[in-house]
């Protein structure tokens, strides 16, 4: 059972550790109401993990390749253009649902 508790807590640590560098990283424009601190520290952590190996394996150098071997291409870019604009709209909306801008 401590073990279990050990662990429990290592997960915990990890994730407010998480949740304060996503909080640095909106820095100074912070959570103003508790319902968007639970929503931070509650989904924050695993969006910010989702999101970093989402982006990451999408902008990946094997799918760069796959698109177009050439070191720079405007394939590259125009399958790039529409997912960053769909992400964008994406947060533009959450964010005018919890009262951000």
Known sequence: MSKAIHTLLVVALIWLVVAALIVLQ?????????????LLVAFGPPLYVIG??????????????????????FKRILFAIPVVLVFFAISWWLSSLLGGS
């Open 26 to 38: 909106f820095w100074p424009e912070l959570p103003r109401t508790t319902l968007q601190w639970v």
């Open 52 to 73: 970093e190996a989402f982006f990451g394996s999408l902008f990946s150098q094997a799918r760069g390749h796959s698109i177009s071997p050439r070191k720079f291409s």
